[in-house]
């Protein structure tokens, strides 16, 4: 193990544990470990769906589609450039919700359960591992947080799965109704997107039992497993009368951000789209507010809509964007610059206004550290979000805005889409499945490196003078 936590891999890299064989030496650190374990994901699974069986008699698709698909799987997006109920066949639409069960969960969180099945101990370097893969800032109960994870996700998504197939029992057979169910639920709760119907849940706009089952399992797989399974020991320690238990403050800064853009989000889309004849306007006001809180939850990276897209707003597309550039919450499914970090960045401007030199909440005062990782996540967010809609201005034959909303989504990992992506040109497709890939996992990478740089700045022997720039 080094300095910085890595692991020491011998003559390439490691596998899913980084575990050293003979030969030469060379550091591997953690966030390597998550990032080649997802790209190695991908490539298995590009491999998968390119081979015939998995595609309907009669289809065909290209390499570029297999990885494009493997990719926005991986990476929980549910951006698409074929048809998934059309094109793939039953073993293909299997391998791709597999693909997403991993990638939502993490690779290291079911290497460790293999490695548990196995009765394999899991050693230090691995669980420094995890603990990257999960976003943790303690090494400790990293493996028992895992455990919970995992049981958490199986009862969530098999009960959704179960309600699902039971709405659905009535228009379906048994059998594919709980296909269905399993698909919906996976797909749902680990903020993917994808759908085996042809016109995502439009058909399903009014039905309340699909609405909120589907967006119940969005938020609770983007507010991420950390709260989930903090908000439930909060609950069993005040239920045993345990006054003194408290919400860590990570969890409370992820509910409170999370709740405070899920109400803004449903009260400004059903003002913008309350008349509109092409979306609610139709629809009795109890269905509205439905249509209206479901349309809210999905750009925080779940590509569902009940609502036309093309036929929303330009106010409830362009604020779509910016809910999906937000995006879900660290140790979540989802991506983006994550609530964590927007909120920092909010409490940073408005410490600055009022001439606070601490950036201050709920009576703590948060680490400079973070903060500064926070301001160039949301950086670096922007620059690579705007750079991309340039150079495919120049690729494609587009709409800005829709080249924008495309990235966008790509970016947060959300999957909505203005029908842009099937028609992208093959340059197109392999940007925007990079831009999925830095989207699931750039702003970890980036902030576990930037968090190594300040370490490794903090053991020079010297400093340099400090002067002045002028801001503002």
């Known amino acids: 193990m080094s300095a910085y936590g890595g692991s020491r891999v011998a003559g390439g890299v490691a596998g899913p544990f980084g575990r050293p064989s003979a030969g030469r030496t060379f550091t591997l650190q953690p ?4 990032s080649l374990g997802f790209l190695g994901l991908i490539a298995v699974g590009t491999v998968l769906l390119v081979l015939p069986v998995a595609v309907q008699p009669g289809k065909q698709v290209s390499f570029v589609d297999a990885l494009f698909t493997a990719v926005s799987a991986v990476c929980v997006t549910g951006l698409t450039t074929v048809q998934t109920a059309d094109t793939w066949s039953l073993f293909g639409q299997v391998v791709i919700m597999l693909l997403i069960q991993i990638g939502g969960l993490g690779i290291m969180t079911m290497s460790t359960l293999i490695a548990l099945l196995l009765g394999k101990r899991i050693t230090l370097p691995e669980r420094l591992v995890i603990r990257e893969s999960l976003g943790q800032l303690e090494l400790a109960g990293v493996v028992r947080l895992t455990r919970a994870i995992l049981l958490t996700a ?12 039971w709405r659905w029992s009535g228009a379906y057979p048994p059998s594919q109704a709980l296909y269905l169910g399993i698909f919906h639920s996976v797909s749902a709760f680990n903020n993917a997107g994808f759908d085996l119907f042809r016109a995502s849940l439009t058909d399903f706009v009014a039905d309340p039992v699909v609405n909120l089952v589907m967006a119940g399992l969005i938020i609770l797989g983007g507010i991420g497993f950390v709260v989930i399974v903090d908000v439930l020991h909060y609950a069993v320690e005040r239920r045993r009368g345990n006054h003194t238990a408290r919400l860590s403050l990570h969890s409370k800064v992820v509910l409170i951000m999370s709740g405070g853009l ?7 889309i059903l003002l913008w789209e309350y008349g509109n004849p092409a979306t609610l306007g139709p629809l009795p006001f109890g269905q509205k507010l439905l249509a209206a809180f479901f349309q809210a939850t999905v750009p925080r990276t779940a590509g569902f809509n009940t609502l036309p897209l093309a036929s929303l707003t330009q106010a409830t597309l362009f604020f779509m964007v910016m809910l999906m550039f937000v995006g879900a919450s660290p140790g979540g499914t989802g991506g983006g610059v994550k609530t964590t970090a927007f909120s920092m960045v909010i409490l940073a401007v408005l410490s600055t206004i009022r001439g606070k030199p601490d950036v201050e909440i709920f009576g703590r005062r948060l680490n400079r550290e973070a903060v500064s990782r926070s301001l160039a996540i949301m950086a670096i967010a922007l620059f690579w979000v705007t750079a991309t809609v340039l150079v495919l201005d120049v690729t494609e034959q587009a709409p800005i805005f829709n080249i924008g909303y495309e990235v966008m989504s790509a970016f947060g990992t959300v999957g909505l889409s203005l029908g842009l992506t099937p028609h992208l040109t093959v340059a197109g ?3 925007i499945a990079l831009t999925m890939f830095i989207g699931r996992v750039g702003p970890l990478t980036l ?8 370490r490794r700045g903090r053991e020079q022997p010297f ?3 400090v002067d002045r720039i002028i801001v503002g």
């Not at 966030?31 to 998550?34: K, P, W």
């Not at 902030?447 to 300040?454: K, P, T």
């Open 429 to 431: 497709k392999l940007i």
């Open 463 to 465: 400093r340099y003078p």
């Open 447 to 454: 902030a576990v490196a930037l968090a190594r740089v300040q």
């Open 262 to 268: 899920l109400a803004l989000g449903t009260l400004l």
């Open 31 to 34: 966030h390597q470990v998550v």
């Open 154 to 165: 199986l009862i969530l998504e098999g009960l959704g799965a179960l309600v699902l197939a």
